[in-house]
């Protein structure tokens, strides 16, 4: 079962497009994809953190990628959600939906 | 153009970043800085320094704690089978590393323990930091006086006038009262036996140090007249198995015996090597002598109030004692009050205060009448210490990187598998440590075996104190540091080879003559040059001093001692001796021409004069008139005493230099010595040295007196077994309960330069422990440069080359290396040398011949070293090393 394994707003944020992303989900990837829809600048420090912590937890796995010219000859690292982490999104979801939908229909005009 | 991103953040990045991390995050880096460059340059340089520093964070810093944190104990392991392996492989080789690291560290540790206990000299008393002893200092013939001689008021007087002064205590060991050497016996017993260290000891003197008690009152014990404080272990040789307290000791056979009031530990590791402590209450040597300001005998100890500072309290007692004693003195004795005052000034009169831990190795120039140890002394053995050590660590470093060819696979194959260069360092150091520790081990072995010969070299009874627990600990860590110190080198040396080129076989490091290498060799050859140069200085010097013409004939003449319980047969006994077979003269003095007898300081007066400027200082000494024949001194001017002048008992005889002094023409003059007494000149008698070589010799005169304390007898026969059992006949018959105590004139002559033997031993032995070290190495050396060369000496011998040749070719770089030792250590030895000659007013020149024995010396021992391996590998089958490939 999930315990309580925490899941922070950027981490779920990165997590989210880490599957949404499906095998190309590597460092600038996520951050360029985050960018657009955050629109907004982020560092890709911040992105690296945010993979390490998802990744310690155990809701994504990664593997290295072939070697490319233009990134100086570093392989890219990619990133696949795991069970654990699908099953923590769904969580996040479902409980998100069911507070949501408690919500009594009063205009908030 | 392709932008690059900024070079230092990312060598920064490189460098702190985890390895398992770093591929993605420069990859991902540089594409996001590629990306932004294409439309701002700066900026994304901007962005990607920044990026780089929030990546310095814990998550993303590496361990910079060990590398491999996971094997370490495994290669530890692994490191120490192979070094044990190579250790057993190269048999020779690791006996000579082993054995020459243990000499050096055997000669280390013999000698830090001689300057532990040297510096360990007076600090066991508890207040000892406040102890002072007061020196008194005086521009002098020769250079600056220092001696401890006081008044017996003074003291007191010191107490009184200096609040500072807490405590004042003294001694006075001069064997004009009594004190020295004496015949002693328990009061119930009749058998005398010979003693030294009798001192006369105030009770506050014991306060001071303070003394440590066995039996008695540490308070009181000398406070009453006539009591006797004993050590240990005179106690143990007088009262076995008893308490002594309150028996009674008998000095030379006197009516009054002393009462033992007390018994102290054993006077060890301090200046003060006293054994009997005598009473000084009560005591008066003469009518008036405890206040009398003009005669010094005693030595005084203060204890000062420890927030005073020292050199100002000096200057003050200094300043108040002149005033208020001394120029008063002087006035009293026919100067002006001016004129005191300016001879005071003139001759920078003044006292200064010696701390009590000071006393045993600064006081070489201080006469104290007893025999110290010397602060340059302790510099000369430590630096002899570290000079063998680095010889020893020199060896160690040459064969290392020498027989690194051998390494050198080795260490190609652990990179190509991964190691990088710091653990080839750890590998190579982990193996020299292992080597320091087991030289330590044999070392220590080898210390404790020579311990017995090192103390009689050094007279001393040092002990390996195995029994404290910080040995160890401390011995362990020395042996890892200096292990670690000798593996530096190599270890860097050998870890810097390229695997490429190694496993090619390109290139065999260590089979050229490196300069580092030659270096090394030179320096252990100049060591060892300089100590052997020194060894044939010092015994060149003591061979002058031995057979000086010193004005007397010390050969042949037997001292009886202790002569003056005889009491008034002693004339009876000087004709017994007469009779004895061989016997040539005897005569009866307790002042002889070597240390350890009597002696005494006067100021004389030619007729008429009187005040200070016109006064000799010197001796005077009571003879009778067979003195100047039984020792075989010369008249140089008028006649010895005769028994047939009746005026003779207010004779004197002159040295020459007194004469000199006297101005020349002196037979026949007269001379004052204070006041009434007068004596008339008869005879001048040759100058001889009457005290060491080391000075000049002083003014003397001779008068006839009785001092019976010491018989010398001139035998003509060089049968002295049967001389000494003749004598001893004849010594029972007039003192059948003391025994006879003998010593032979040149004996004691030779006894007073036993530290200059002493010194030449030393060097003998460390010039032979550095030569052999050295030499180990050079064998070692050798052996390896030969077995590198064995092709091409097959070669050589095919083609024709005769022994001769061969043994040319390989001795020569050595023998090279031996001459410019001698060319750097020559002039150095000459220059120690000759500073250490200028203790001597009487002195040899130090002549090239030294200089040209030692080197052959040098050359024939590194010929002999390096021509076994030569002539080995000269005569050598060629076929043998040409055959295989």
């Known amino acids: 079962m999930i315990q309580q394994q925490s899941l922070g707003e950027f981490e779920e944020l990165v997590l989210l497009l880490v599957a949404a992303l499906h095998d190309e989900a590597y460092g600038v990837a996520i951050l360029e994809n985050l960018e657009a829809k955050l629109k907004k600048k982020v560092n890709i420090s911040a992105v690296h953190v945010a993979l390490k912590r998802i990744e310690d937890k155990g809701f994504v796995k990664s593997r290295f990628g072939g070697i490319t010219e233009d990134r100086g000859g570093r392989r890219k690292k990619f990133y696949v959600i795991t069970a654990l982490g699908k099953k923590m999104l769904d969580n996040q979801y479902a409980l998100r939906t069911s507070i949501y939908q408690q919500i009594p229909k009063i205009s908030f005009g | ?885």
């Open chain 2, 1 to 885: 153009m392709k932008l690059m991103p900024p070079k230092r953040p990312l060598q920064f990045l490189r460098w702190f970043c985890r390895e398992d991390y770093l591929d993605e995050i420069e990859g991902d880096l540089i594409e996001v800085f590629l990306k932004q460059a294409e439309t701002n340059p700066r900026k994304a340089k901007r962005v990607f320094t920044w990026s780089v520093i929030k990546y310095f964070r814990p998550e993303f810093i590496k361990s910079f704690k060990y590398p491999l944190q996971s094997n370490t104990t495994d290669m530890l392991k692994n490191y120490l089978i192979i070094g044990w392996r190579s250790l057993v492989k190269q048999k020779m080789y690791s006996a000579i590393k082993i054995g020459g690291f243990a000499l050096g560290i055997a000669a280390c540790l013999l000698i830090a323990l001689f300057i532990q206990d040297e510096l360990g000299y007076d600090k066991q008393y508890a207040n000892g930091q406040s102890v002072y002893r007061v020196v008194g200092s005086v521009n002098g013939n020769n250079g600056i006086e220092r001696n401890t001689f006081f008044p017996a008021p003074m003291s007191a007087a010191l107490k009184e006038d200096f609040p500072e002064v807490l405590k004042a205590g003294r001694y006075n060991a001069g064997e004009l009262f009594g004190a020295g050497s004496n015949e002693v016996r328990p009061g119930d017993q009749i058998e005398n036996s010979y003693d030294e260290g009798f001192a006369y000891f105030d009770q506050e003197l014991a306060d001071i140090l303070p003394l440590k008690f066995i039996h008695g009152s540490a308070a009181r014990a000398l406070e009453q007249p006539n009591s006797i404080v004993i050590t240990q272990r005179k106690a143990e040789k007088y009262f076995p198995n008893q308490n002594p307290v309150g028996k009674t000791l008998v000095v030379n056979n006197e009516v009054k015996p002393y009462t033992v009031s007390g018994v102290v530990e054993n006077f060890s590791n301090t200046h003060l090597p006293f054994d009997f402590l005598i009473s000084t209450q009560g005591l008066e040597f003469w009518q008036g002598e405890q206040k009398d300001w003009g005669a010094s005998n005693y030595a005084i100890y203060i204890l000062i109030d420890p927030t005073v500072n020292p050199k100002e309290l000096e200057k003050k007692i200094s300043k108040g004692v002149i005033d208020k004693y001394v120029l008063p003195m002087m006035v009293e004795g026919g100067m002006s009050e001016a004129e005191a005052k300016r001879f005071m000034q003139e001759k920078n009169v003044h006292l200064q205060l010696q701390s009590l831990s000071d006393i045993h190795l600064y006081s070489s120039d201080v006469q104290d009448g007893f025999v110290h140890g010397d602060i340059r002394f302790v510099w000369m053995f430590g630096g002899i210490a570290v000079f063998i050590l680095l010889i020893a660590i020199i060896n160690f470093i040459n064969l290392s990187t020498a027989k690194s060819a051998n390494r050198a696979k080795e260490v190609g194959l652990r990179k190509v598998v991964g190691s990088e260069r710091r653990s080839v360092i750890h590998q190579f150091l982990t193996e020299s440590v292992l080597f320091s520790i087991l030289s330590f081990g044999v070392g220590l072995l080898l210390a404790w075996a020579l311990l017995p010969y090192f103390n009689a070299l050094a007279s001393k009874t040092l002990l390996i104190p195995w029994t404290q627990w910080q040995v160890f600990p401390v011995i362990l860590v020395a042996a890892i540091l200096i292990g670690i110190v000798a593996g530096l080198y190599p270890s860097l040396y050998l870890s810097s080879f390229q695997p490429i080129q190694v496993l090619k076989g390109s290139i065999s490091k260590g089979s050229k003559s490196s300069p580092l290498r030659s270096t090394l060799v030179i320096f252990q050859f100049t060591t060892s040059i300089v100590l052997i140069i020194g060894t044939f200085v010092i015994y060149q010097q003591m061979e002058f001093i031995l057979n000086k013409k010193i004005g007397f004939e010390k050969d042949q003449v037997v001292i009886i001692q202790g002569t003056n319980t005889l009491g008034q047969q002693t004339t009876t006994f000087k004709n017994e001796l007469l009779k004895v077979p061989h016997v040539e003269a005897v005569t009866v003095s307790d002042y002889l021409p070597i240390r350890g007898t009597k002696r005494n300081g006067n100021q004389f007066w030619a007729e008429g004069k009187s005040g200070d400027d016109e006064s000799v200082n010197g001796q005077i000494w009571k003879v009778d008139h067979d003195y100047i024949p039984t020792l075989g001194m010369k008249m140089v001017q008028g006649r010895n005493f005769d028994v047939n002048h009746v005026t003779d008992s207010s004779a004197i005889i002159v040295n020459q230099s007194m004469a000199k002094q006297l101005g020349g023409e002196v037979i026949g003059k007269r001379l004052m010595n204070g006041g009434k007494v007068s004596w008339t000149i008869i005879g001048v008698v040759e100058d001889f040295h009457f005290e060491s070589i080391k000075e000049n010799i002083g003014s003397l005169c001779l008068r006839l007196g009785n001092s019976p304390s010491m018989i010398s007898v001139k035998a003509s026969s060089t049968n002295m077994q049967q001389l000494l059992s003749n004598l001893t006949e004849t010594w029972k018959k007039f003192a059948p309960h003391q025994p006879a105590r003998f010593a032979f004139l040149d004996d004691r002559y030779a006894a007073m330069y036993a530290d200059v033997q002493r010194m030449g031993r030393i060097f003998t032995t460390f010039a032979v422990l550095a030569i052999i070290v050295a030499c180990l190495g050079l064998f070692a050396l050798s052996a390896f440069m030969i077995e590198q060369r064995t092709k091409e000496i097959g070669i050589r011998l095919v083609m024709g080359a005769s022994l001769k040749n061969v043994f040319g070719l390989l001795t020569f770089n050595f023998i090279k290396l031996v001459i410019v030792s001698i060319v750097i250590g020559a002039p150095i030895a000459w220059y120690l040398m000759n500073q250490w000659l200028q203790d001597f007013a009487y002195r040899i020149e130090i002549s090239w011949l030294v200089f040209a024995l030692t080197g052959m010396i040098a050359i024939t021992i590194a010929l002999l070293t390096i021509s076994y391996q030569a002539v080995k590998a000269g005569l050598a089958n060629p076929v043998k090393s040409l055959r295989s490939e």
